[in-house]
Structures are given as C-alpha cells and as structure tokens.
C-alpha cells in the first residue's frame, strides 16, 4: 500500500510539490512569528527581573534600560563611580554594579563592569575576569572568533569595532561564557578599570579624540552640546561609569533611592521592569500585528490549500471511478489517499519546522543586535499545535472529499 | 452460470431498457452484436456489478445478487470478474506493472504476471507508462489485468472498438486462449469477429427500449 502510495505521488509530483511548498511558506511564516516574538517577550522579562533600578546620567529612560540590559543602543553619558560606592554604603542595596560601554571588540560591545554582573551566568570554560586588562567573552562572541582562554583580544575605542584600536593594550581572555541565549553571548565582559585603563592609555596618546561618533556618550552629545562633549571627553574616564545596576534590599529602601536619585536632575533612576513594560507594550503591539498579518495569510492560504487538495482530488476522481471499476473498495481507495496525504502533511509538518529554525539561524545575529539572542532549537507548544494544524489540513480535504465518493451508491462506468 | 430475470434498467433521462431473460454459461464466450445505443454496454455493466437494475435480477450460480450492497458488489468484481473497458481505464502515467500491481490492495496474487504479459506479447513494455503504449498495447494491459486473478467470468467491452481488424482479431483470440475455464462476454459492433466465439447474441432482439409513457408507468 505505502509502495503504491509512493508511486501515485510520484504520478503527481509537480502539483504536490506546489501544495507542500504553499502549506510549508505559510507555516514557516507562523511557526517564525509565534517563536521570535515569544523568545523576545521571554528575554525581556528575564532580563528586567535580575535589577529593580538603573541608575544613570538624565536622558532617554528606554535608551537606559536598552543599553544596561541588552547592550544596545548608546551610553546617555557618565556619572561618577562614587555613586556606586554611596549605594554600597547606604544599607539600602544589595547590589551596586557599575556599568560602562563604549569600546567594542569587532562588533561585540565591551562592558566593564564587576564579576557580580556575572554571577549567574556559568563559564563554559576558564574563570571569571581578576583584574584590569583581563576579560571574559560571551559564548557567541567566543564562537565567532574562535577566542579561547589565554588568547588576546585587541578592542576598538567606540562600538561597532570600526574606531581606532586600542593595540598597545589587549585584554587576555580568562573564560568564555557558557550560552545563556541572552544578550551576554554577544558582549565581552571586563572590569571597569580596564576601560579606564585604556582610556587613560589612550589621552596619553592623543591629546583629543576628535571626531569619534561612537564614543560614548554620543547620543547626549548630539542632543547636547556635541563639540563640548568632546573637549571635557565625556566618557567613562578614570572614575567615571555609565550607569549602575541595582538590586535594593526592599520596596522601602526602592523608594528611597528613587526619591534621592530620582530627585537630582544629573541623574535618572528607572524601573527597568517598568520601562521595558512599556517597550514590550510597543513590542506586543507589533508582536499582534504579526500575529494578525500571519492569521490573514493562514486563512488565506487554507483557502488557497483547501482549493488546491479539492482540485487534486476531483482531478483523482477519475483515478479513484477506475479502482472502483475494478473492483478495489473505497477502504482501501481511502487509506491509499489518506496514506498520500498524510506522508505529503508529514513532509510539509517537517519541512515547515526545518526552514522556520533555518530562518531563525539566519536573523539570529540581526535579533542578537538588538540584544535578544534567540535558540533556534526551541520549539513551543504553541508550534506543535501549528504543525498539526498544517498535518490535518492536509488530510482533511482528502477524507472529505474520499468520503463523499464513497457514500454513492452507484460507479461510473 | 449467470442467469438474468425480467432486468430493467432506467436512465436518468426517463428512458429505460428491458432485457429479456439470459443465460450464460460457464466455460464458453460470447460475442454481444449490435448497432452503438443497443444497450451492449449496459447489460454489461449490470453483470459486473457497476450499475444497479431498476428492477429484475442477475443471478450466480443461482445465487440472486438483487439484495448486494455495493461493498458486496466491488468484492465480488475484485475476486471473480475480470473486466475490460473500452477506453482501457487504466493509470496512465504508471508503468504496465504498477496497473497491474494495483490490485495486490486487494490480495489478488499477481506472481504469474510475467508469464501472462509474456503470453500476450507485452513483457518487454512491463516498466514502461500506459501513457507511452499504443492503443493494442494498452488493451493487451487491460485484458492482462482482467486475466491475471483468473476470474470465472471475464466481461470486454468493445476490446478491438480502437483497433485494426487484424489487431483486433489477435486481441480477440488472446482473450478466448487465456479465458481458461472461466466465461468471456464480449460486446463487440464488429460482426466479423463472431466466428471466433462459442455463442452470439444479437443485442438488438434481447434488449427492448421503452420510452416516456411506456418507461414511467412501469417505474
């Protein structure tokens, strides 16, 4: 029966192959949606969890959050590291952890910051970073450039890995990061005096620093004053960060640091959690209109499947009033299409969940820019049950169709 | 033996045949005579099953079939009845073997096959596309489909309709050689043919056209 069944697809191998490739477009498109727009939410949410504050120069709260928590987007400015060490003292925290970007390592930005920043985060191998001039890279960044511990790594002053070389001072690797599928497999990791190290090293080089667009603190400085940002170097020098992460010891002590930080307009506190509420918001928003766009296609291309199944099957129709003729019953008529069917849904099932996680590798380091690194071998429920969906819509219309056939009463000779 | 009583078959379009009683007997051939529209066919698909009478019965063996549900009907046609259809009815874009492979779905065992194509002059087209033979080679598959189980009753309509005379007399003589002890009805327009069967039956005095009036008020 299965040999048999083969042998008639074969007979009909261009209409099918113009079926499966609808069915498998159509689901990919769905299966991509459903599983970026999931694994962005999830990475918003676990990320925005570890921090209940964010401490940082006055600007943009989003750009704050987007750039301490995913390493996108550019630093608002500095402020001093003092800062971190009035939270350490005030009682009020259990975490100060200063943060600073703004050199970067081809593309992947370097963070200086302390080893608590990775205090969660497993090393695949080596250890954490000791002291200044070492660095610890993320599991992609590592992969990518093949880097391992001991090896050196020559960074660039600003982000994107196109400044001036830092190439009298490379950092040494002492570990790489285990994937974590978040923003930290795409980032190189170092104390913050290393960042002051190489910026000291490097205004002993060069009396000004003209003309960098990516330095940190470029985004202030186009809104600002962009000519005087350079002349006072606006970054983080010796001393200075580009915000702190904090974990308060309560909602009391929250509100507290809120009042005082919140109150200074050198400085601008935020909830991280509140603020990527309002990006996942926009996030849901577009995540919606996909879903919209998808379930127009999916309807649409149910339509455009169904036709198609119905129209192979009255085209069969004469196929099938030939085994009747000859005396094969609609049993075996029906499991021969449901057989047919049911291998060209399998095919289109697997084929649709292939071509969704190859498309997924392919935009995995365009969603890593922004700061979310997706798992392409991830598969939610919600994809099974779309996979099904595409396995009995192709079943479906055959069952249907054989079914009909079979209730009538008389052949056609 | 296939024996009919008092069959009737009504067409949609309100017309109807009457038949009068046959009988055909095992081990022998019959040639179906007649002008086209003589309702040859029709008779012929009655005994195999495909169309159901209005009234009347076929009975085998003695046996009434006028109670069969279709199920029965297509089990009957797959075990006993080999049938060959005028325009071949065959899968045209599958290979000679695969047609008759086809019905291994139902059991039917197929190992003599290439002795039987052999007979028939067609071994060397076994893997080749219906699609790709000539109209002799195609009814040479029809008939080795219709042969292969060795039914007991082996029913050809018009099986040299799309033939030469020639090729439709070696078709012709290939049917009455590997009927074995089975019964071949054949409807053929081709009066020519006729020596070559046991008996032949002139269509046109066995079945009765009834029109209008004469076909409702029996209905």
Known sequence: MLRFALKSMATRKAKLVMTALSVIITASVALMAYNIST????????????????????????????????????????????VVEDLQNSGLVNQAI???????????????TDAALLADKPLKSGAMFAQAMEAVVGYDVARQYNLAPGDSIVTSHGLGGSGEAHAASPLLITGVLARTNTAYDTAVFTPVSTIWALHDHEDEDHDADQGDAEYPGAAQE???????????H????????????????????????SAIYGSDSNYLA????TVLREVMD???????????????????????????????????????????????????????YLIQNALAGLAAAALSLGLSRLCLLAIRQFVASMGIVLDASRVYPMEWIILLAVFLLSILPTAICTHRMSRRATLEA | MITTQDLRMRFSDGTAI??????????????????????????????????IPAEGDIQIDGQSTSGWTQKARDAYRIAHIGCIFQDFKLLEEMTVADNINLLRLEGVDVSGMDALLDRLGILRLKRRRVRRLSGGEKQRVAIARALIKRPALILADEPTGNLNFETGEAVVAQLIENMGSGTLITVTHDDRLAPRFNCVMDMNAVAHFEFGREADARA
Request: glycine share 8%.
């Open chain 1, 282 to 336: 926009n996030v849901d928003l577009s995540r919606r209109i996909v879903y919209i766009l998808c379930a127009v296609i999916l309807v649409m291309n149910l339509f455009v499947v169904s036709v198609i199944a119905l129209l192979n099957m009255y085209d069969s129709r004469r196929e099938i009033a030939l085994m009747r003729l000859i005396g094969i019953s609609m049993k075996k008529i029906n499991r021969l």
């Open chain 1, 234 to 257: 606006d970054h983080a020098e010796q001393g200075e960060i580009c915000a702190v992460l904090v974990r308060s010891t309560g909602f009391n002590a929250w509100s507290r640091l």
């Open chain 1, 222 to 232: 186009s809104e600002d004053d962009h000519a005087d940002a350079h002349d006072d």
């Open chain 1, 98 to 112: 200063p943060f600073s970007m703004g050199d970067s390592y081809n593309a992947a930005p370097i963070v200086g």
């Open chain 1, 270 to 273: 935020i909830n991280p959690n």
């Open chain 1, 39 to 82: 694994q962005v939410s999830e990475g918003i949410v676990n990320t925005a969890a570890k921090y209940d504050m964010i401490i940082g120069p006055s600007g943009s709260a989003t750009q704050l959050a987007m750039n301490t928590m995913f390493f996108t987007d550019k630093p608002l400015g500095t402020i001093p590291y003092s």
């Open chain 2, 18 to 51: 009457r038949y009068d009683d046959l009988r055909f007997e095992d081990g022998k051939s019959y040639a179906l005579l007649g002008a086209s529209g003589c309702g040859k066919t029709t008779l012929l698909n009655l005994l195999a099953g495909i169309l």
